[in-house]
């Protein structure tokens, strides 16, 4: 099994911390929740795709105060 990459922006379009993903998750949806650790925690609010086979697609994530 392979690993995705993804960017990861905030709704801005400013990147997010931190600005990629490495994941054998290949298809996130809006609502799912990415764990960065113990204490944080990133929703994803949209998915764009990659505007070209060299780019990654992107999630566009919100910091939850979920734990």
Known sequence: MGLFAYKLERADGTPADP?????AVPTWQEGDTIPLGRDRI???IGTRDAETLNDNAVLIVEETGDR
């Open 42 to 44: 990133l929703r994803v």
């Open 19 to 23: 600005s990629t993903l490495k994941t």
